[in-house]
């Protein structure tokens, strides 16, 4: 399981303009810090090591040069070296999370999923709210195949880190297999508005559209069916106080609102799907389900309604389950997702632990 995981950090990315006349020992350290970052990626390793540890000379209190080093030697797949190193910096004043990351992968890669789980579990200690090391402790599960064990770890990753947009991508690919897909088609589509513009969001784009096809059934014009939920549990302490009661989020809510909103449709493609969704959200506020199962990502869908590109960000969160459907209806409606195109960035979904969404709160 190898990972690209590298500090981006923004002392090495500080553009000088200095002569190295007068310069100080960090700042001679940040050259050569730049210079050795570029060696990296083109796959110079030794040569960024050498002069890692020159700049390491000049900056012995910084924490961004024994790190690289040890992300170099990861590189390299010399995980021997960067596990040396590793757990001789990780005493480090600045540590932070991405150290028992690599440190734990280092061990994995090794061949030492035991010695994996006490780094990851030793960085959880001092970093109790890493959605990474938590992603990490469910990847070593999932390696295995043994998804059911994993889940758990991604949830709790997207409990404490809820902007980590890696977590929701396991989740989502994790329930949209298993009888609960209600979850996955929430945590997709947060996932996709965390990381907007990747591999993984074309996969879940079309993930969700797909799961919307197999779980929605048409039986003839006027019966379909939709499963996207089969927990029927019911807390007993509940039923003591019939104000409280509260049904499961998937059957109590998520499937009765789609079942609503789906009437007036007799199949599913992307027009049919943009009209339910837009529905959904309509009923999602208009029924006070927004108060009973509040859902961050509705919410952002009913700011998206009233700025006026529901449509356009319908078909863009599905794009990908029928490429030719939505390049159609892209040449009919240019403006409008350019309006949207343009609209998005400064007002995209905002996550907090104060509106987060897991299963866990259902």
Same mark, same amino acid.
């Given at each position: 399981?190898?990972?690209?995981?590298?500090?981006?950090?923004?002392?090495?990315?500080?553009?000088?303009?200095?002569?190295?006349?007068?310069?100080? #020992?960090?700042?001679?350290?940040?050259?050569?810090?730049?210079?050795?970052?570029?060696?990296?990626?083109?796959?110079?390793?030794?040569?960024?090591?050498?002069?890692?540890?020159?700049?390491?000379?000049?900056?012995?209190?910084?924490?961004?040069?024994?790190?690289? *080093?040890?992300?170099?030697?990861?590189?390299?797949?010399?995980?021997?070296?960067?596990?040396?190193?590793?757990?001789?910096?990780?005493?480090?004043?600045?540590?932070?999370?991405?150290?028992?990351?690599?440190?734990?992968?280092?061990?994995?890669?090794?061949?030492?999923?035991?010695?994996?789980?006490?780094?990851?579990?030793?960085?959880?200690?001092?970093?109790? #709210?890493?959605?990474?090391?938590?992603?990490?402790?469910?990847?070593?599960?999932?390696?295995?195949?043994?998804?059911?064990?994993?889940?758990?770890?991604?949830?709790?990753?997207?409990?404490?880190?809820?902007?980590?947009?890696?977590?929701?991508?396991?989740?989502?690919?994790?329930?949209?297999?298993?009888?609960?897909?209600?979850?996955?088609?929430?945590?997709?589509?947060?996932? *996709? #508005?965390?990381?907007?513009?990747?591999?993984?969001?074309?996969?879940?784009?079309?993930?969700?559209?797909?799961?919307?096809?197999?779980?929605?059934?048409?039986?003839?014009?006027?019966?379909?069916?939709?499963?996207?939920?089969?927990?029927?549990?019911?807390?007993?302490?509940?039923?003591?106080?019939?104000?409280?009661?509260?049904?499961?989020?998937?059957?109590?809510?998520?499937?009765?609102?789609?079942?609503?909103?789906?009437?007036?449709?007799?199949?599913?493609?992307?027009?049919?799907?943009?009209?339910?969704?837009?529905?959904?959200?309509?009923?999602?506020?208009?029924?006070?389900?927004?108060?009973?199962?509040?859902?961050?990502?509705?919410?952002?869908?009913?700011?998206?309604?009233?700025?006026?590109?529901?449509?356009?960000?319908?078909?863009?969160?599905?794009?990908?389950?029928?490429?030719?459907?939505?390049?159609?209806?892209?040449?009919?409606?240019?403006?409008?997702?350019?309006?949207?195109?343009?609209?998005?960035?400064?007002?995209?979904?905002? *996550?907090?632990?104060? #509106?987060?969404?897991?299963?866990?709160?259902?």
């Amino acid at each position: 399981m190898t990972k690209k995981i590298k500090l981006i950090s923004l002392v090495l990315l500080i553009v000088s303009s200095q002569s190295a006349f007068g310069q100080t #020992n960090q700042e001679k350290a940040r050259e050569k810090g730049r210079e050795a970052i570029q060696l990296m990626d083109k796959g110079q390793f030794d040569e960024s090591i050498k002069l890692l540890k020159e700049a390491e000379k000049l900056d012995p209190e910084s924490f961004v040069y024994p790190y690289e *080093i040890a992300y170099a030697h990861y590189a390299k797949a010399d995980y021997k070296k960067a596990i040396s190193q590793l757990e001789k910096t990780k005493k480090h004043k600045d540590v932070n999370e991405r150290l028992y990351q690599l440190l734990g992968n280092s061990y994995d890669i090794s061949g030492e999923p035991e010695k994996a789980v006490a780094a990851y579990d030793e960085g959880l200690k001092i970093f109790p #709210n890493s959605g990474e090391i938590y992603l990490e402790k469910g990847n070593l599960l999932w390696a295995k195949k043994e998804y059911e064990k994993a889940l758990p770890f991604y949830e709790k990753g997207i409990e404490v880190d809820p902007t980590f947009a890696s977590n929701y991508y396991r989740a989502a690919l994790l329930y949209c297999s298993s009888t609960e897909e209600v979850w996955g088609m929430i945590y997709g589509e947060i996932f *996709i #508005n965390l990381e907007p513009n990747s591999k993984r969001t074309k996969e879940i784009s079309k993930l969700l559209f797909d799961t919307y096809k197999s779980q929605i059934t048409f039986t003839n014009d006027s019966t379909f069916s939709v499963s996207f939920s089969k927990n029927a549990t019911i807390n007993v302490t509940d039923l003591s106080d019939p104000g409280k009661l509260k049904l499961p989020y998937g059957i109590g809510f998520y499937e009765p609102t789609l079942m609503m909103a789906l009437i007036p449709y007799k199949s599913v493609n992307l027009k049919s799907l943009n009209g339910v969704r837009t529905s959904f959200v309509d009923s999602y506020i208009t029924g006070g389900n927004d108060k009973k199962y509040p859902t961050v990502l509705f919410d952002f869908q009913k700011k998206v309604k009233d700025a006026g590109h529901m449509e356009a960000y319908n078909y863009w969160v599905l794009s990908m389950g029928d490429g030719s459907a939505f390049e159609d209806w892209y040449k009919a409606n240019k403006e409008k997702f350019e309006a949207f195109a343009k609209w998005y960035p400064e007002n995209n979904l905002e *996550i907090t632990n104060e #509106n987060k969404f897991y299963s866990g709160q259902f």
